[in-house]
């Protein structure tokens, strides 16, 4: 049975930026959350690690985000030219089986 869990969104936009040599990733709905990393993969991976143990931790219960592009679909958007501001990325919430 799945289990719907009050409070969390389904699904959220992490927002990418760099500052000086470091990836930093925020999430308007997540405030306080806060990852970054000099290498990039490790601030992607930690993003959407940090996130489910950031829900998981405010509700008690076991909730896990899934990018829903991988990290080299990633590293390519943010590679291409004339794709502005906005390199945020969806993750979607799994529910539990």
């Given at each position: 049975?799945?289990?719907?869990?009050d409070?969390?969104?389904?699904?959220?936009?992490?927002v990418?930026?760099?500052?000086?040599?470091?990836?930093?990733?925020?999430?308007?709905?997540?405030?306080?959350?806060?990852?970054?990393?000099?290498?990039?993969?490790?601030?992607?991976?930690?993003?959407?690690?940090?996130?489910?143990?950031?829900?998981?931790e405010?509700?008690?219960?076991?909730?896990?985000?899934?990018?829903?592009?991988?990290?080299?679909?990633?590293?390519?958007?943010?590679?291409?030219?004339?794709?502005?501001?906005?390199?945020?990325?969806?993750?979607?919430?799994?529910?539990?089986?």
């Amino acid at each position: 049975m799945n289990e719907i869990i009050d409070n969390v969104p389904e699904k959220v936009l992490l927002v990418h930026r760099q500052v000086g040599l470091t990836h930093v990733f925020t999430c308007e709905g997540a405030p306080g959350l806060h990852i970054g990393s000099g290498e990039l993969q490790t601030a992607f991976e930690g993003a959407v690690e940090g996130l489910s143990r950031h829900f998981s931790e405010l509700t008690g219960k076991h909730v896990v985000y899934e990018a829903e592009k991988d990290f080299e679909e990633f590293a390519r958007f943010l590679e291409s030219p004339g794709e502005g501001l906005d390199s945020g990325f969806v993750i979607a919430r799994q529910l539990a089986a």
